[in-house]
């Protein structure tokens, strides 16, 4: 089951691409974007951090938004494609699932036929009360960063 606007979002505590550890506690008062993804280095996933780099000063922006990647991956791998995309934000390895498995984004998926586990595309915006404010799961990559940009501002806006 996913969260859900309104759900207190799960604490985590990762390793991250540049040999921090980043737990959600250590970003209270703080807007944080947090978005799961299947795999480094695949069409949709680089779209999607591609999106996340390229509007990231704008994330940056007055309220310091935080923007994390968490994938399954090892962090060697997600040094290497945050190396090639020059992603400037960090990239968390969850490779037991178990923040995916709290946030509700590891589940079921069926490709050609075939039923298996894995990451469900996601993206959710928590507040800076810990509180999720919003969240898309089942993500479609065409246009999405701009549908979180546009959500982002809208949730700063009504909560200054």
């Known amino acids: 089951m996913s969260l859900s606007v309104g759900d207190l979002a799960p604490a985590f505590s990762l390793p991250a691409d540049d040999d921090s550890t980043v737990s959600l506690a250590d970003h209270r008062g703080k807007w944080v974007v947090v978005y799961f993804y299947p795999r480094d280095n695949t069409p949709g996933c680089t779209t999607e951090a591609c999106g996340f780099r390229d509007r990231h000063d704008e994330l940056r ?3 310091q938004a ?3 990647g968490v994938s399954g991956d090892s962090i060697k791998s997600h040094v290497r494609f945050r190396d090639k995309y020059e992603l400037p934000f960090r990239l968390l390895s969850d490779a037991d699932h178990s923040m995916m498995t709290a946030w509700g984004v590891w589940g079921e998926k069926k490709n050609y036929g075939r039923t298996y586990m894995g990451v469900i595309r996601s993206t959710f915006i928590v507040d800076p009360a810990g509180v999720i404010a919003a969240a898309w799961t089942k993500v479609r990559v065409k246009g999405h960063v701009d ?5 982002l501002a809208e949730l700063q806006a009504s909560h200054a």
Do not use: H, N, P
């Open 61 to 63: 922006g007055a309220d």
């Open 147 to 151: 549908a979180v940009m546009t959500r």
């Open 66 to 68: 935080e923007v994390f």
